[in-house]
């Protein structure tokens, strides 16, 4: 996930007008007190549209007040669409803040808006605006927890391999165990279908138990029996395949960062010295191994 600062480095170049450069400066850093001003309005703009929509969504709440919700939303949506325009003026790369993770997600912030006048109850997609509360790791310098995200996120993309392929063999035993259900118990025991026969059995073995279909007859509440314990087994294989992996990549990531001094590894990613002789590492290069 990219930064805002990465996807505007450049900004202040030669051609820029004073006042578009101090409209970034506002909008997109954190480095002055009007721009930290700016950030903390932000975040209590969002965070109240935001709760307008869950109290709208409360029906005791919305009797009577439908109008002023319905203020309130395209009072955000507005003030929200001239702040995603500001944005795109002033930045200079357009194009790639507009398919950056916040640029998409500015996007879908204020479109269900607009969207509704075409489409009834599409206003509550506005609850995406969640997301834009993102923002409070660049504002608060939490840097090293956007850090922690992505190694996370690392690690789900080199387990994704395994996990499809084990997600494939649950969804041929569900196909296989709920068309043996349908068999047996039929449609006179709730089994009317074989996709409802897959629905139970997914229910089952993933432990849930919603009890809306069970089964009647001996040989079903065996069956039944043999998926349930099956599915105890199975839980923690995702999870095992998940956490190899996450220790891979920190591992992985802590040989990146090389001493320059006794040329030892083994790093944390926010050490700032070398826990063999404790020099500096705060501007020492990443030792890849190649």
């Known amino acids: 996930m990219a ?7 450049g900004h202040n170049e030669a051609g820029d007008s004073e006042a578009k450069r101090k409209l970034f400066r506002v909008i997109f850093l954190s480095d002055t007190k009007l721009a930290r001003a700016f950030d903390i309005v932000l975040m209590v703009m969002i965070a109240l549209s935001v709760a307008v929509i869950m109290l709208e969504s409360v029906g005791e709440i919305r009797f009577g007040h439908r109008n ?12 929200f669409s001239i702040e995603y325009l500001l944005r795109l003026w002033c930045v200079r790369k357009r194009w790639t803040y507009a398919r950056s ?23 509550y997609l506005l609850i995406i605006r969640v997301l834009r509360l993102l923002r409070l790791f660049r504002i608060l310098k939490l840097a090293r927890y956007v850090g922690a995200a992505d190694t996370l996120v690392e690690a789900l993309s080199h387990s994704r391999r395994k996990i499809l392929v084990f997600l494939f063999a649950i969804l041929t035993l569900v196909t296989v165990f709920g068309s043996m259900m349908y068999l047996i118990e039929g449609p006179e025991n709730g089994f009317t279908s074989i996709p409802r026969g897959i629905y139970w059995a997914i229910v089952t073995l993933t432990t849930v138990g ?16 043999m998926v349930m314990v099956l599915g105890y087994g199975i839980i923690a294989v995702p999870t095992g395949i998940y956490a190899a992996e996450l220790r891979d990549v920190i591992v992985r990531r802590r040989d990146l960062i090389k001493c320059a001094e006794c040329g030892r590894t083994g790093h944390d990613d926010d050490a700032k010295f070398c826990k063999f002789c404790a020099s500096n590492l705060t501007h020492q290069e990443l030792f890849t191994g190649d």
């Open 101 to 123: 993770f916040y640029g998409v997600v500015d996007l879908l912030a204020i479109v269900p808006g607009y969207l509704s006048l075409m489409v009834t109850d599409t206003g």
């Open 210 to 225: 919603y009890g809306d279909i069970t089964p009647h007859t001996t040989l079903g509440q065996m069956v039944s029996a």
């Open 3 to 9: 930064t805002e600062r990465t996807l505007t480095d």
């Open 68 to 79: 002023v919700f319905r203020s309130l939303e395209w009072f955000f949506t507005i003030l």
